[in-house]
């Protein structure tokens, strides 16, 4: 059994999966666009227009795969009640990816030293995905 997190960016996931990818190392593994399936689109599942946006994509983002989509592509992606939780290796690595995903975002919480980790923070990135971020212990 595996759990993974799919993520709807609502017609951003291409510009989400290179911030992705510059930030964290993210690869692109699978992605196929609304106009690649070979069934037809319900009327008004998309709109006009959205055929060449993302239907599924994988990124790889260290051993863990997130998959994505642009669902309905209307630019209203809402990410509540949950955030990603990324273990780096050492303090440097944490403020580095810190730094880069809050960017454009918002900081929720420092990344600071606690008593479970040398540091820790959350943040909402540019996209408004949660994250929280942690030094291996």
Known sequence: MEVQP??????????AAQFYREALGAE?????RFRDSPEPLEAGSIPPGAEDKVMHMNLRIGDTIVMA???E???EA???????????????EAERVFAVLSEGGQVRMPLTKTFFSSR??????????????????
Not at 28 to 32: G, K, P
Not at 122 to 134: C, E, H, P, T
């Open 73 to 75: 592509c209307n630019g």
């Open 78 to 92: 809402t990410f509540q009640g949950f955030s990603l939780a990324l273990t780096v290796a050492g303090d440097d």
């Open 69 to 71: 989509s642009d669902g």
């Open 120 to 137: 820790f923070g959350m943040l909402a990135d540019r996209f408004g995905v949660g994250w929280m971020i942690s030094v291996a212990q």
């Open 6 to 15: 799919y993520l709807f960016f609502n017609g951003r996931s291409e510009e």
């Open 28 to 32: 692109i593994t699978a992605l196929h």
